[in-house]
């Protein structure tokens, strides 16, 4: 029995769902994790969506900034928010789904981007990520009886040396540095996740799934980061089939600088 899940950093998805539609009536992927949504709950846009085929939805989001939504074509339940920092940002939001005879909860994140100087004493928002990632420690990925675990979203870290354009360059650029990247990993060590990106993709190859809006030609330059993830439980990893990175979607029309990303299960 297969699946897909997908995640992608929207950013702002009243202003890009005719990107959103275009990829999903291709892509048909089952489940759709959006992050930095930008729309505070009265105002999601459900419908267009349900009209595609996700009849459950789940979703945290406030005015103008953050947000996160889970769209299933699978029946959602067991719901929750996770107010890490207890800011009051809605950066994460997770549920159980059923496939077969095996439950699964499914995390959906958007870490912090901690701003851009990489030095908590000046700069408040790297303390801020600092500090979600700290917490994120305690997440693991066998912490339900009889459960497995999927995670994804915009952890917006870059944790491997070729998962920037240039390892010695960006390690003093926020999303790439020491402190973020090995607590990152920590997260995943501790909780006993796999990081399926890599699971058929060798370490020492480029893997990027964001290109930055600062680039006069995006796709000559190539300096992109994988700033997000799809991670599982250890048990999930035999039944990985492959991950798609849509890097063609960062071309197009009015693009997230973030580009879809898809696993495919088959349990």
């Known amino acids: 029995m297969g699946f897909s899940v997908t995640t992608w ?13 275009q990829f999903v009536l291709k892509h048909k992927p089952d489940i759709l994790c959006l992050q930095e949504t930008k729309v505070p709950n ?5 419908s267009p969506l349900r009209a595609m085929g996700y009849e459950h939805i789940i979703i ?17 339940v067991e719901d929750h ?10 950066r ?5 789904f059923e496939r077969g005879s095996r439950r699964i909860r499914l995390h959906n994140f958007y870490v912090p981007a901690g701003g851009d100087e990489p030095d908590r004493t000046i700069n408040p928002k790297f303390g801020h990520k ?7 420690k305690q997440l693991k990925a066998n912490g339900e009886a009889n459960t497995s675990a999927i995670l994804v979203g915009d952890l917006n870290i870059a944790p491997l040396e070729h998962d920037v354009w240039s390892h010695k360059q960006l390690l003093k650029i926020v999303s790439h540095t020491p402190v973020e990247t090995e607590g990152l990993l920590e997260v995943m060590q501790r909780g ?8 058929y993709v060798p370490e020492n190859e480029k893997l990027y799934t964001w290109w930055s809006y600062r ?4 796709e000559a330059a190539d300096r992109g980061r994988r700033l997000d993830h799809i991670w599982s439980s250890k048990d999930l990893g035999p039944h990985l089939q492959r991950i798609d990175i849509l890097k063609e979607a960062r071309g197009w029309e009015r693009p997230s600088d973030h580009v879809p990303v898809t696993a495919h299960f088959n349990l």
């Open 192 to 199: 006993a996740w796999l990081d399926l990106m890599r699971q």
């Open 215 to 218: 680039a006069k030609d995006w």
């Open 92 to 96: 994460h939001i997770s549920a159980v």
């Open 42 to 46: 009265d105002l999601f846009p459900a």
């Open 130 to 136: 600092l500090d979600f990632v700290e917490e994120m």
């Open 81 to 90: 928010r996770q107010d890490y920092c207890n800011v009051g940002d809605t």
């Open 60 to 76: 945290h989001g406030q005015k103008g900034y953050h947000g996160v939504a889970i769209a299933s074509r699978f029946p959602l």
């Open 9 to 21: 950093n929207i950013n702002s998805l009243r202003l890009r769902m005719p990107i959103v539609e």
